[in-house]
Nanobody, 122 residues
Framework: QVQLVESGGGLVQVGGSLRLSCTAS????????MGWFRRPPGKEREFVAAIRRSGESSNYVDSVKGRFTISRDNAKNTVYLQMNTLKPEDTAVYYCGASPLFTTNRNTYAYWGQGAQVTVSS
């Protein structure tokens, strides 16, 4: 069992930055790919970024490439999402998830955090 807790959401102006954190309980954090997903208002949850167990590679949705960076610190059981040059279309509830596979498919993520609201105002 893995419990995930997100923090760092909030309200930011267009062009601003935020960093989300997701801290996991348990001793198996490094066994999982960690991913970030988001659910924009009125839409389905969508993939944002994922990072392999040891952090040696990551994957991003095209719309955030060059602006968002996913990273992890296995010693702290924490994954981060640094979000720069934020746009109104980045407004969403952001969720971190843990998966045994390195994948963009949300159905493979077995554990989820409670979500963190990010609002980008113009």
């Amino acid at each position: 069992q893995v419990q995930l807790v997100e923090s760092g959401g909030g309200l930011v102006q267009v062009g601003g930055s935020l960093r989300l954190s997701c801290t996991a309980s348990g001793r198996t954090f490094s066994s999982y790919t960690m991913g970030w997903f988001r659910r924009p208002p009125g839409k389905e949850r969508e993939f944002v970024a994922a990072i392999r167990r040891s952090g040696e590679s990551s994957n991003y949705v095209d719309s955030v490439k060059g602006r968002f960076t996913i990273s992890r610190d296995n010693a702290k059981n924490t994954v981060y999402l640094q979000m720069n040059t934020l746009k109104p279309e980045d407004t969403a509830v952001y969720y971190c998830g843990a998966s045994p596979l390195f994948t963009t498919n949300r159905n493979t993520y077995a554990y989820w955090g409670q979500g963190a609201q990010v609002t980008v105002s113009s």
